[in-house]
Every structure is written in structure tokens, then in C-alpha cells.
């Protein structure tokens, strides 16, 4: 079955920098990745979509890519904010529907 | 324009009552969705339901677990004879297609502790 790698460590960048998350996975390539945000005691909100035939997709401060050589998806924000802390969820998906496989999630802080 | 509705936000039970998690989708969603996120672990799938019909439960556990998403009214996650092990906190997800660009929509969760 899919499996999907976050880095468990938090990420602490400073404000204006630019934040890297990082999402691998295991066996084959899915259809999709999505990438969710979800604060303290809240559900995921989602992000961004971007498909295998994809390498790059871009949403305000957001880009993301999906490299199915490495297996690897990257998530930037941009000229980060300290309103930008939040846990980093990645989701792979490979069915029409909306059964997606989520990683533990990654923990941004932006410090001002 | 509400979204997600569930209810309760946190529900106590001892072990062995039974617990009932509420989820009224967006309005004209069809599609629902349960996750489940236990401590340090990423949200798992459990359940997909369409009115009145279980299209997925492959995620579900076989025994105590059953979903329900009536013609009227919102879905139902019902776990019977609630165990430690069932603490979590449980997520409704709700699209109004299942195509590849559809977006879904979470909930806020309810916090199940079990005592």
C-alpha cells in the first residue's frame, strides 16, 4: 500500500524567508498529491493539487512540484508569515474520489 | 455558506458505551467522507458513503464500526462498545463530485476520549 514520508521534525524559519516542506512516497506514483493545512483543533484545509503529468504548480505565495524520478513532492511558501504557522499535511490519491492517503504532517513555525 | 458541520466537538464515553459523531456536509454535497487521526499518526481513511449508499469501507474496522448516510439528515459513525484504543479524533469530509478536480471539504472534527 501507498505510504507516505514527512519530515516529523518541525521546520522553524525566519519571517520573509522562503519555507521547503518535504513529502516522499513509497511504491508507485499516484495519481495526485494534495497538500492540506491544519491548525490546533482544526480539520484539514486544503491547498493545492498537482498531478503526475505535472511538474510544478503555483497558487499566491504557494508552488509546489511533484518529481516522480525522486518521489518526492516540495512545498514552498513564500515570503513567509508567522500567520503561515500551521502543520503541513501531504496527501497522495490515486482513485476519483477523495480516499487519500495523508503523511503525519510537517510543523512550520515562521519566528518573526 | 456553512461547511462542515460536526457534532459534538468532543464526546467522553466510558469503555463500552457507544458513541455517535454526527457530520452534516456542505450543502448539495453528496459525497462524504471519515477520517480518523490518532495521536502522532496522519488521518486514515475509514469510510466513503454516497446517499444512502456505502461505497467504500475498506479503511473501517470490521467489528463495532458502521457509517450511515440517510436520504434525509446528516451521516452517522457509530462505534459500538467503545475500547481505549478508539480515542482519536474523527474527521468528516464532504465534495459535491468525485471527479479529479472536485476539492473536499473537512470538518472540525469530534475528539473522542474514551474512559
Known amino acids: 500500500s501507498q505510504k507516505i514520508e514527512q519530515n516529523s521534525e518541525a521546520l522553524n524559519i525566519q519571517e520573509g524567508k522562503t519555507a521547503t516542506l518535504t513529502c516522499n512516497y513509497t511504491?508507485?506514483?499516484?495519481?495526485?498529491l494534495q497538500w492540506y493545512r491544519q491548525d490546533p483543533g482544526r480539520g484539514p484545509v486544503f491547498l493545492l493539487l498537482?498531478?503526475?503529468?505535472?511538474k510544478e504548480k503555483r497558487k499566491e505565495r504557494l508552488k509546489v512540484t511533484f518529481d516522480t524520478t525522486l518521489k518526492q513532492s516540495l512545498f514552498h511558501i513564500t515570503a513567509s508569515q508567522p500567520a503561515d504557522s500551521a502543520t503541513y499535511l501531504c496527501?497522495?490519491?490515486?482513485?476519483?474520489?477523495?480516499?487519500?492517503?495523508f503523511g503525519t504532517g510537517t510543523k512550520l513555525q515562521v519566528i518573526p | 455558506n456553512a461547511g462542515v458541520m460536526q457534532n459534538p466537538r468532543h464526546l467522553v464515553r466510558r469503555r463500552g458505551q457507544e458513541a455517535r459523531l454526527r457530520c452534516s456536509p456542505v450543502?448539495?454535497?453528496?459525497?462524504v467522507y471519515w477520517y480518523r487521526q490518532l495521536p502522532e499518526e496522519g488521518l486514515k481513511f475509514m469510510v466513503y458513503?454516497?446517499?444512502?449508499?456505502?461505497?467504500?469501507e475498506s479503511g473501517m474496522p470490521k467489528e463495532r464500526f458502521s457509517a450511515e448516510f440517510p436520504k434525509e439528515g446528516p451521516s452517522i459513525l457509530r462505534i459500538q462498545q467503545v475500547v481505549r484504543g478508539d480515542s482519536a479524533a474523527y474527521f468528516c469530509?464532504?465534495?459535491?463530485?468525485?471527479?479529479?478536480?472536485?476539492?473536499?471539504?473537512f470538518g472540525q472534527g469530534t475528539r473522542l476520549t474514551v474512559v
Open positions: 496527501a497522495s490519491r490515486s482513485g476519483g474520489y477523495q480516499k487519500v492517503t
Open positions: 511504491n508507485y506514483s499516484p495519481a495526485y
Open positions: 498537482i498531478r503526475e503529468n505535472e
Open positions: 450543502k448539495g454535497h453528496s459525497h
Open positions: 458513503l454516497q446517499k444512502e449508499n456505502i461505497i467504500d
Open positions: 469530509a464532504s465534495s459535491q463530485r468525485q471527479d479529479q478536480d472536485t476539492e473536499a471539504f
